[in-house]
């Protein structure tokens, strides 16, 4: 059983930034695949924003290529999502995500960010 712990979300101005974290918290060892965001806006379908492997490899949405930067902190099983330059399009619901070795997939409880234009 993983619990993903989501943080950073909030209301900025467009053009701002913001700076999301998810936490990994297991009671055995974790052995993760790759963690990642989606977002999903009011209407439309959930989304792949970002996703970072393990070995540091990292994929983004067109939408957000050269805007957000995903990251982690392996030692505590944290992923960031440094979001820039943001416009009234990126305002979603985001959600962390991560999937195992073990091919088990988790999801956090969403974070809204919401940008004002």
């Known amino acids: 059983q993983v619990q993903l712990v989501e943080s950073g979300g909030g209301l900025v101005q467009a053009g701002g930034s913001l700076r999301l974290s998810c936490a990994a918290a297991?009671?055995?060892?974790?052995?993760?695949?790759?963690m990642g965001w989606y977002r999903q806006a009011p209407g439309k379908q959930c989304e792949l924003v970002a996703v970072?492997?393990?070995?540091?490899?990292?994929n983004y949405a067109e939408s957000v290529k050269g805007r957000f930067t995903i990251s982690r902190d392996s030692a505590k099983n944290i992923v960031y999502l440094q979001m820039n330059s943001l416009k009234a399009e990126d305002t979603a619901v985001y959600y962390c995500?991560?999937?195992?070795?073990?091919?088990?997939?988790?999801w956090g409880q969403g974070t809204q960010v919401t940008v004002s234009s």
């Open positions: 995500h991560l999937l195992r070795r073990t091919g088990s997939v988790y």
């Open positions: 297991a009671g055995s060892t974790l052995s993760i695949n790759l």
């Open positions: 970072i492997t393990s070995g540091g490899n990292t």
